[in-house]
């Protein structure tokens, strides 16, 4: 027997019957609450030949495990209304329980369209089902770089020893900026000595966004091996890859980076200079004293002042 009582779905029933699409419509948007324990109406509804009744059905679908649901919203990932589509993939992304994962794997290989395949790859990214690891390899050649940003999503989840190296090859190669900064963050489980190696290379890379994501990688990771890098990025052209740089400095903790923080102090941008002196606080380098005095005594922003206060309290300690 249903959880959900009959008057409810036989409201629901015979609005669906009705000749009147809006009747139709508002009957979905009405009883959407019973989605989760009486899909089958939902999913006949989202084959509706009105694309007002396609959507709300979309909508009502949000997060709901059932195999046929998933498939229909599969479905709708290639309907002729924009709107649709776009609510279908949001449905999917929802779902929280790996129940869903064997009707995604069906599809997602299959999938026509990059839309289809790069929603199908989200969906799947949060289950962290281990089934999908080898589409989401075969998904980092996509022609399509929203495909291979969504192949790394779910490549970074399932944190597989075996995507390290892909994915340090998309951070290398890739031709979609987007593509690289999310293969940056996705390395974020990968302490080893090809993930280091790839996310230094990127410091270096055209555009500043992966730089960043490399840097804050590179603090997460705090590996050695990143210092000379990270201590060339304090000097980057843009400040929020040398803010970055500098906060992974103090991750490391290593005497090396002192000159290069000390440096930052003088920095035109603010948030620069307050970072580098927490750093120096991390480091407790009691060359950086001087330096530090100066930025608590004298530096025109308040937060400046009172990081270096700070830094200086811990090199007395």
Same mark, same amino acid.
């Given at each position: 027997?249903?959880?959900? %009582?009959?008057?409810? !779905?036989?409201?629901?029933?015979?609005?669906?019957?009705?000749?009147?699409?809006?009747?139709?419509?508002?009957?979905?948007?009405?009883?959407?609450? !019973?989605?989760?324990?009486?899909?089958?109406?939902?999913?006949?509804?989202?084959?509706?030949?009105?694309?007002?009744?396609?959507?709300?059905?979309?909508?009502?679908?949000?997060?709901?495990?059932?195999?046929? %649901?998933?498939?229909?919203?599969?479905?709708?990932?290639?309907?002729?209304?924009?709107?649709?589509?776009?609510?279908?993939?949001?449905?999917?992304?929802?779902?929280?329980?790996?129940?869903?994962?064997?009707?995604?794997?069906?599809?997602?290989?299959?999938?026509?369209?990059?839309?289809?395949?790069?929603?199908?790859?989200?969906?799947?990214?949060?289950?962290?089902?281990?089934?999908?690891?080898?589409?989401?390899?075969?998904?980092?050649?996509?022609?399509?770089?929203?495909?291979?940003?969504?192949?790394?999503?779910?490549?970074?989840?399932?944190?597989?020893?075996?995507?390290?190296?892909?994915?340090?090859?998309?951070?290398?190669?890739?031709?979609?900026?987007?593509?690289?900064?999310?293969? %940056?963050?996705?390395?974020?489980?990968?302490?080893?000595?090809?993930?280091?190696?790839?996310?230094?290379?990127?410091?270096?890379?055209?555009?500043?966004?992966?730089?960043?994501?490399?840097?804050?990688?590179?603090?997460?990771?705090?590996?050695?091996?990143?210092? %000379?890098?990270?201590?060339?990025?304090?000097?980057?052209?843009?400040?929020?890859?040398?803010?970055?740089?500098?906060?992974?400095?103090?991750?490391?903790?290593?005497?090396?980076?002192?000159?290069? !923080?000390?440096?930052?102090?003088?920095?035109?941008?603010?948030?620069?200079?307050?970072?580098?002196?927490?750093?120096?606080?991390?480091?407790?380098?009691?060359?950086?004293?001087?330096?530090?005095?100066?930025?608590?005594?004298?530096?025109?922003?308040?937060?400046?002042?009172?990081?270096?206060?700070?830094? !200086?309290?811990?090199?007395?300690?």
């Amino acid at each position: 027997m249903s959880a959900v %009582a009959d008057p409810e !779905l036989d409201a629901l029933t015979r609005a669906l019957a009705d000749p009147d699409p809006a009747v139709r419509r508002l009957g979905v948007l009405r009883a959407a609450d !019973l989605a989760d324990d009486a899909p089958a109406p939902f999913v006949a509804a989202t084959r509706d030949a009105d694309a007002g009744v396609r959507l709300e059905a979309a909508r009502a679908l949000e997060g709901v495990a059932d195999g046929a %649901a998933v498939d229909a919203l599969a479905d709708r990932l290639d309907d002729a209304d924009g709107e649709v589509r776009r609510a279908a993939a949001e449905s999917l992304a929802e779902i929280l329980d790996e129940a869903a994962g064997p009707p995604l794997l069906r599809r997602v290989t299959a999938a026509p369209t990059p839309f289809a395949r790069a929603a199908l790859l989200a969906a799947l990214r949060k289950l962290r089902v281990p089934g999908a690891l080898a589409p989401a390899l075969a998904a980092l050649d996509d022609a399509d770089p929203a495909v291979r940003r969504e192949a790394v999503g779910v490549l970074a989840y399932l944190r597989a020893p075996e995507a390290v190296e892909p994915l340090a090859g998309r951070l290398a190669a890739d031709p979609d900026a987007e593509v690289r900064r999310t293969a %940056a963050g996705g390395l974020g489980y990968a302490d080893n000595g090809r993930a280091t190696a790839a996310l230094v290379a990127a410091l270096h890379d055209a555009d500043w966004q992966v730089r960043e994501a490399a840097a804050v990688t590179l603090g997460k990771l705090a590996p050695p091996a990143a210092m %000379a890098g990270l201590v060339a990025a304090v000097a980057d052209s843009n400040w929020q890859v040398a803010v970055k740089a500098a906060t992974a400095l103090g991750r490391l903790a290593e005497a090396a980076a002192v000159p290069a !923080l000390v440096g930052a102090l003088t920095h035109p941008v603010p948030n620069l200079r307050k970072e580098a002196a927490a750093a120096l606080g991390t480091i407790g380098a009691p060359d950086a004293a001087p330096a530090l005095g100066k930025a608590a005594a004298d530096d025109l922003d308040v937060e400046v002042r009172k990081a270096a206060g700070r830094a !200086l309290e811990r090199l007395r300690r």
